[in-house]
């Protein structure tokens, strides 16, 4: 079971927009810890999409946000693409043992 | 711009020592969090354990002390050592650089992943 609580699946037509939730405590998110977002293509290695909670890295469409508040954050994924279909992660460091927290994943699929 | 390359043994037997290398090309190895992070089949992504460049090392507890990392900065690469190895070792090995401070670090360069088996 994964420190941080992602929805295991979410689904959208293409151009319609999607919200991925990520959910966690006192000791990582809700301690004011940053959120960080990667994207899985199946087949491929995760790619850093979001960082520092809604920071873009070069080459990442404004297609995709994010945003913290509290113990959660979101990734926001607006005019879906074909292309968006993965798998996508959320992370945060934690106080606790683990300093590298990492959700269960999200299955995007566009339908 | 960084690549990170993963190598070593596809295949490691029961109760040994799993041992591969990440060589990294382009850009600086100080001041990162050097990382490995592995995925077993059909799951989420677990983080095994960094170093960073000026000596602070940290492994997953659930790994329970089995885990090292080390950095050779002299030959660019960084390496990863899992003794007693059991079938739940399965995965994708990931190596990935991490930026930014302990509590921020975010991994902006991931290798493509090597397939390690823990099978007899």
């Known amino acids: 079971q994964s420190v941080l609580t992602q929805p295991p699946s979410v689904s959208g037509a293409p151009g319609q927009t999607v919200t991925i939730s990520c959910t966690g405590t006192?000791?990582?998110?809700?301690?004011?810890?940053?959120v960080h977002w990667y994207q899985q293509v199946p087949g491929a290695a995760p790619k850093l999409l979001i960082y520092?909670?809604?920071l873009r890295p070069s080459g990442v469409p404004d297609r995709f946000s994010g945003s913290k508040s509290a113990t959660s954050a979101s990734l926001v994924i607006t005019g879906l693409q074909a292309e968006d279909e993965a798998e996508y992660y959320c992370?945060?460091?934690?106080?606790?043992?683990?300093?590298?927290?990492f959700g269960g994943g999200t299955r995007l699929t566009v339908l | 711009q960084v690549q990170l390359q993963e190598s070593g043994p596809g295949l490691v037997k029961p109760s040994e020592t799993l041992s591969l290398t990440c060589s990294v090309s382009?850009?600086?190895?100080?001041?990162?969090?050097w990382t490995w992070i592995r995925q077993s089949p059909g799951k989420g992504l677990e983080w095994i354990g960094y170093?960073?460049?000026?000596?602070?090392?940290k492994g997953n507890p659930s790994l329970k002390s089995r885990v090292s990392v080390l950095i050779d900065t002299s030959r660019r690469q960084f390496s990863l050592r899992l003794s007693g190895v059991t079938a739940e070792d399965t995965a994708m090995y990931y190596c990935?650089?991490?930026?930014?401070?302990?509590?921020?670090?975010?991994?902006?360069?991931w290798g493509q992943g090597i397939q390690v088996t823990v099978s007899s």
């Open positions: 520092h909670n809604s």
């Open positions: 006192s000791a990582n998110i809700g301690a004011n810890f940053d």
């Open positions: 170093n960073y460049h000026y000596g602070t090392t």
């Open positions: 990935a650089r991490g930026s930014g401070p302990v509590a921020g670090t975010h991994f902006d360069s």
């Open positions: 992370h945060s460091y934690d106080n606790g043992l683990s300093p590298v927290v």
């Open positions: 382009g850009g600086s190895m100080s001041s990162y969090y």
